[in-house]
């Protein structure tokens, strides 16, 4: 794969709305998404791309531009990108209709609704900054995305943590019959699941480290800390279990029940999304339901507030989804 | 351009078929938007008798024009221009409303054969239209796309989004299809909230513009015929002014309201007052 190194630059300060969430030296790789919709669309007409005034911040430029005939900008107006993209659909098209996470669940909620999921059209809608990825404050963040779209019947919900993750995601949700919420990390994306034997597979969580004192659940960009984490507390001797979880809906309980019931652990769920509604919520409803219970349960998730604007070093390390944060967390559980 | 005096006769006989079925289907469950659908059964009566491409028996034939029902609570009316059309059976009119039928009282597009998005959720149609529409023109499939919608429509924000966005693409493969009974669910639209002058706001956002009186079915039928044969590559909106309760004058002169309330016995009498204004030829 070709990889870069992201370059050394001093801790950002401010509150950007475009931060990358990549750390120091980490591995990247730029623009995923766009990169691989392109190769996979060369060969597939009905593959068409639609955005709401942010192709160039959702990567979807790049397709725009291999393919002007199949693009179609409809300006600022998210309610109408998903019923066009409805539209298309109903017509035998495969839209990836593209925008920031925030504009496209809370503004175009309801055509999400309605005419997407209700006739269980064959839209994917692919929405940049997810949760806290931005220093925009609460216009631009989505905390509540996942919350907002695990209420709508019949959706697939992905939360992928790397540009591995998206670049085996593409395909496998446009070839899934049906509507599909996938979040996306635009820009330099960090690589991280490249070192691990894993694959993405739509509806799958995989075991991605073994341990014997902690159980992470993670999905997103949050599976990278957690991995980080678990390298981190290691070295205090403490021995933890990372579970990836990028499909939110239909969730892979039985691997998550599978992975519970291996060991007593405290199991953590560490999600880059608000505490109430989403991966956490999920996990803790199928174990009650599956009638297994963890040595303990936390939720590493985003608190259930109106977060500040700021850089994104400082926002992750204020609201515990820094791998720092993340690792003293559980260490404060764990006594 | 006049229009045929044979084929606005045959239409006036379409147009009384569609308000008798949809009376009917009000009979049975003794409440349903009758007043629109009489107000609204002269433009179906051109666009499925007329205007629209259709194969009654292949109802999802890809050479269709499609027609989107956005105001889905006009379902009863929709209902009985699809049984007119040859789309349902008209056996199935006593199902109207009852648990497990095709036609339930706000139009679904899982449900009901001819019946192409779920509307109800007003404001979605036409920007549903659009992708439709760029859809067909992407497969270089001729059909029109007709959507269907109300006046009240006109205050959702969704339905400018959707108009700008078709004058942008040059969608001359849409035809939008206005209500103007001006009621809506708190009163008069106008004093809900105006949206006058509307000709003028749809041609400022690009659009081909008529506004005809939607229950003169020669007008009506001039008004689809031009919007169908018009060069430019621009979207075409027809705005109707109608009259609800039309053809039934005791429900026509009833204090106007969104829901206008038939008592159980008036059904019955409002099949025998449109009875008596069987236009020649048209059967019961």
């Known amino acids: ?259 519970v019931c291996a060991k007593p652990r405290l199991v953590v769920v560490a999600e880059n999304h608000s505490v109430v509604g989403g991966l956490g919520e999920a996990v803790a409803s199928a174990l009650l339901r599956h009638r297994v219970m963890p040595a303990g349960f936390q939720l590493a998730g985003l608190p259930d507030a109106f977060l500040d604007a700021g850089a994104l070093p400082t926002l992750h390390e204020r609201y515990g989804i820094s791998t720092e944060a993340l690792a003293t967390r559980i260490k404060g559980w764990l006594q | 351009m006049t229009a045929n005096p044979n084929t606005v006769a045959a239409l006036a006989q379409r147009a009384w078929r569609i308000r008798r079925f949809a009376l009917r289907m009000g009979e049975v469950q003794g409440q349903g938007y009758i007043g629109q659908a009489l107000g609204w059964a002269d433009v179906l009566a051109v666009a499925y008798g007329h205007a629209l491409n259709l194969r009654p028996a292949e109802p999802e034939w890809e050479g269709r024009d499609r027609f989107l029902l956005s105001h889905g609570h006009y379902a009863i009316a929709h209902y009985a221009a699809l049984i007119e059309a040859g789309i349902i059976p008209e056996s199935e009119l006593d199902t109207y409303g009852s648990d497990d039928s095709r036609l339930p009282m706000s139009g679904m597009a899982t449900y009901t054969p001819g019946m192409e998005i779920s509307g109800g959720s007003l404001g979605q149609g036409l920007a549903i239209g659009v992708g439709i529409a760029l859809g067909l023109k992407h497969k270089k499939n001729p059909a029109f796309v007709y959507n269907s919608m109300s006046d009240g429509e006109l205050d959702e924000g969704s339905t400018w989004e959707a108009a700008m966005g078709a004058s942008h693409h040059g969608l001359g493969n849409l035809i939008c299809l206005v209500d103007i009974n001006n009621q809506q669910a708190d009163g008069p639209s106008g004093k809900v909230l105006g949206f006058e002058p509307l000709a003028d706001k749809w041609a400022a956002f690009g659009w081909h513009v008529q506004r005809v009186d939607g229950n003169d079915l020669s007008a009506v039928l001039k008004a689809f015929d031009a919007a169908r044969q018009l060069r430019e590559p621009k979207p075409r909106v027809i705005l109707f002014d109608t009259l609800m309760g039309k053809g039934v004058p005791f429900l026509e002169s009833r204090e106007k309201n969104h829901f206008i309330r038939v008592d159980p016995p008036e059904w019955q009498q409002a099949l025998a007052i449109l009875d008596q204004s069987q236009p020649e030829g048209a059967l019961a």
């Open chain 1, 1 to 259: 794969m070709n990889t870069t190194v992201a370059p050394k630059k001093p801790r950002l300060t401010t509150s950007a709305m475009i931060a990358s969430i990549a750390g120091e030296d980490q591995r990247v790789k730029a623009a995923p998404f766009g990169k691989t919709l392109v190769e996979y669309a060369a060969n597939r007409p009905e593959v068409v791309g639609l955005t709401a005034d942010l192709a160039k911040y959702t990567d979807l430029h790049l397709f725009a531009q291999a393919y002007p005939e199949r693009f179609f900008q409809m300006g600022m107006a998210e309610q109408l990108l998903m019923a066009a993209a409805g539209g298309m659909a109903k017509e035998g098209c495969i839209p990836f209709a593209t925008t920031y996470a925030a504009f496209g669940t809370r503004r175009a909620f309801d055509f999400i609704h309605q005419v997407i999921a209700e006739e269980n059209l064959n839209v994917k809608i692919c929405c940049a900054l997810p949760g806290l990825t931005t220093g925009y404050g609460p216009s631009h963040a989505a905390i509540e995305d996942i919350a907002m779209m695990r209420g709508v019947p019949g959706l697939t919900i992905v939360d992928p943590c790397d540009a591995l993750d998206i670049e085996q995601a593409v395909p496998q949700i446009a070839a899934h019959p049906g509507p599909v919420y996938m979040r996306l990390l635009r820009g330099q994306v960090p690589l991280v699941l490249d070192k691990y034997d894993y694959r993405f597979e739509l509806g799958k969580a995989k075991l991605l480290r073994d341990g014997v004192d902690v159980l992470i659940i993670a999905s997103g960009f949050m599976t990278m800390r957690a991995l980080e984490s678990a390298a981190a507390l290691a070295d205090d001797n403490v021995s933890v279990a990372v579970l990836h979880c990028p499909t939110i809906k239909p969730l892979d309980e039985a691997t998550i029940v599978e992975a």
